[in-house]
């Protein structure tokens, strides 16, 4: 049986209990993480609380939390549920007050929630095995926030399940001048000419633990250039290869878009060059 953390307890999923009037169930009023540990060790954990801190500070919710505070909370979770291919969710709402009122309610205290799932075993850096991702692309309908990651997901959600309607396992979203943000649940990139090219970080899209550690490796080891800057579609469905990232998929290669063949419509080498490093220096973050 999964044992979950609700404010300050273990216990089984089926004795947690949240109250109806807590403003993550009405609102969506929280901020979530996810982090994988692969049988106890953490992958990211640094810099995913860093962006939880940023995430709390982004809608003023005040948790005096330490890293440490977190990475014990985390630990026990994934000691308790067995330390195997586990993601680690970690939820933080408002709290619940007694009623429902769109203003930030005062003395409240926050909920913190936190539980496990499962995950596949990580990826490894072998084109005859790797998984080959087919997306579909739309229009970017989401709110002008997505830098925060808010557990108000119904904009992803929406996004996600036109994909996922389509047969295919993700959606590429373009903005309003047809320029690449990201993918409903993943960060995007391309490669064209043996160099990575991912859109800059502003508000249109989440700030991603494996796109900023990837994008780190890669710079330090400087076989591979990168580049950060606005990605047109036509840029895209020119592309030699695309990806997607996300803590759970790590690298993913896109061998389809629209039904289209991303280069040869095989999982590319430039990949396999960045795979090979991220597996290589990933638990040194």
Same mark, same amino acid.
């Given at each position: 049986?999964?044992?979950?953390?609700?404010?300050? #307890? /273990?216990?089984?999923?089926?004795?947690?209990?949240?109250?109806?009037? =807590? &403003?993550?169930?009405?609102?969506?009023? $929280? %901020?979530?993480?996810?982090?994988? #540990? /692969?049988?106890?060790?953490?992958?990211?954990?640094?810099?995913?609380? =860093? &962006?939880?801190?940023?995430?709390?500070? $982004? %809608?003023?919710?005040?948790?005096?939390?330490?890293?440490?505070?977190?990475?014990?909370?985390?630990?026990?979770?994934?000691?308790?549920?067995?330390?195997?291919?586990?993601?680690?969710?970690?939820?933080?709402?408002?709290?619940?007050?007694?009623?429902?009122?769109?203003?930030?309610?005062?003395?409240?205290?926050?909920?913190?929630?936190?539980?496990?799932?499962?995950?596949?075993?990580?990826?490894?850096?072998?084109?005859?095995?790797?998984?080959?991702?087919?997306v579909s692309?739309?229009?970017?309908?989401?709110?002008?926030?997505?830098?925060?990651?808010?557990?108000?997901?119904?904009?992803?959600?929406?996004?996600?399940?036109?994909?996922?309607?389509?047969?295919?396992?993700?959606?590429?979203?373009?903005?309003?001048n047809n320029?690449?943000?990201?993918?409903?649940?993943?960060?995007?990139?391309?490669?064209?000419?043996?160099?990575?090219?991912?859109?800059?970080?502003?508000?249109?899209?989440?700030?991603?633990?494996?796109?900023?550690?990837?994008?780190?490796?890669?710079?330090?080891d400087g076989?591979?250039?990168?580049?950060?800057?606005?990605?047109?579609?036509?840029?895209?469905?020119?592309?030699?290869?695309?990806?997607?990232?996300?803590?759970?998929?790590?690298?993913?290669?896109?061998?389809?878009?629209?039904?289209?063949?991303?280069?040869?419509?095989?999982?590319?080498?430039?990949?396999?060059?960045?795979?090979?490093?991220?597996?290589?220096?990933?638990?040194?973050?």
């Open positions: 049986m999964s044992i979950v953390f609700l404010n300050g #307890s /273990y216990m089984p999923m089926s004795e947690a209990k949240i109250s109806p009037l =807590d &403003r993550g169930f009405l609102f969506g009023d $929280g %901020i979530y993480e996810v982090i994988p #540990s /692969y049988q106890g060790n953490l992958l990211g954990f640094g810099p995913h609380i =860093d &962006r939880m801190n940023d995430g709390f500070k $982004g %809608i003023g919710l005040n948790v005096d939390w330490s890293h440490q505070q977190w990475k014990i909370l985390c630990e026990d979770l994934a000691s308790k549920n067995g330390n195997s291919n586990l993601g680690i969710y970690l939820q933080v709402s408002r709290g619940a007050d007694t009623k429902r009122y769109h203003a930030f309610p005062e003395n409240v205290e926050p909920t913190v929630f936190g539980f496990t799932f499962k995950i596949p075993e990580p990826p490894i850096a072998d084109k005859a095995i790797a998984k080959g991702y087919k692309t739309a229009e970017d309908l989401r709110w002008q926030r997505c830098h925060i990651k808010s557990t108000a997901l119904l904009g992803n959600v929406l996004h996600f399940q036109q994909g996922y309607e389509q047969g295919h396992d993700e959606t590429l979203l373009f903005n309003a320029e690449l943000t990201e993918a409903s649940s993943c960060n995007a990139f391309i490669v064209k000419d043996g160099t990575l090219i991912t859109p800059p970080l502003d508000n249109q899209l989440l700030p991603g633990i494996t796109r900023y550690m990837l994008l780190d490796i890669l710079r330090k076989t591979i250039p990168v580049e950060e800057r606005a990605i047109t579609k036509q840029e895209v469905l020119d592309a030699d290869e695309v990806w997607i990232s996300s803590s759970t998929k790590e690298v993913g290669a896109v061998i389809q878009v629209d039904g289209s063949p991303v280069g040869d419509g095989k999982v590319g080498n430039v990949w396999l060059a960045a795979q090979r490093l991220f597996s290589a220096h990933k638990f040194n973050y």
